[in-house]
């Protein structure tokens, strides 16, 4: 089966711009998640979808970060305005269901820096 | 939220050693996966194993819920292993279905 896709893979942006990443799950995966790896450290969860509803989101900035699945498959993770600190890999994966052996697949990621 | 440990924080092996690396987390899980991240970032899964033992190949893995800790075993081992190995656990009692990560070790193989 295909992968979980990202775009971009890298994006460099000045302090207070915007910026949009995208993110495909495998087919048939129900629940997606957007997580944020910080240089050194391990991913932190951000949101997690079911479909196109919302099931956790409260680790996400939410006066600077936004993210929808409105059809329920892609999902789109937004900053604006970027900060120096928003410098990081956006890991998004995908899990086929919300139940039992939950394994989660994630994609290559989108690295951003903020200058 | 759930704790979740792994040590060492760093590794430095000689093509050919074996190693082992430990995840201990705080509470009990209903997921437990072992990812290893290559240099390109990328984050691939090698376990699935909230209890018990698996293998694959050099690999293996043993979780033991009741002592809540697990450990990778890696045999024989080759300059491709290195990148950081991250341990993710999914707290049963939360009911979320999400992972959270340990800080990782950050495998160097040399030839």
């Known amino acids: 089966e295909a992968g979980v896709a990202q775009s971009p893979r890298y994006k460099i942006i000045e302090k207070r711009q915007s910026v949009a990443f995208w993110c495909n799950p495998i087919?048939?995966?129900?629940?997606l998640y957007w997580y944020q790896q910080i240089l050194g450290q391990g991913p932190k969860l951000l949101i997690q979808f079911q479909n196109n509803g919302v099931v956790d989101d409260s680790q996400l900035p939410k006066d600077r970060f936004s993210a929808e699945r409105l059809k329920g498959v892609d999902s789109t993770l937004k900053i604006q305005p970027a900060k120096l600190e928003d410098s990081a890999v956006y890991l998004c994966?995908?899990?086929?269901?919300?139940?039992?052996?939950?394994?989660?697949?994630f994609g290559a990621g989108s690295r951003l820096t903020v200058l | 939220g759930i704790q979740v440990e792994q040590s060492p924080p760093d590794l430095i092996l000689q093509e050919g050693a074996n190693s082992t690396l430990r995840c201990n987390f705080s509470d009990s899980v209903n997921n437990l996966q072992w990812f290893h991240q290559n240099p390109w970032g990328q984050l691939i899964n090698l376990f699935y194993?909230?209890?018990g033992t698996k293998q694959n190949g050099r690999l293996s893995a043993t979780t033991v819920a009741t002592e809540r800790y697990s450990l990778l075993y890696i045999s024989s081992s080759q300059t491709t292993d290195s990148g950081v190995y991250f341990c993710?656990?999914?707290?049963?009692?939360?009911?979320?279905?999400?992972?959270?990560f340990g800080k990782g070790t950050k495998l160097s193989v040399i030839p």
């Open positions: 993710a656990v999914d707290h049963s009692g939360a009911g979320s279905y999400q992972l959270t």
């Open positions: 994966a995908s899990s086929r269901q919300l139940s039992g052996a939950n394994v989660l697949t």
């Open positions: 194993i909230p209890s």
């Open positions: 087919s048939g995966h129900a629940t």
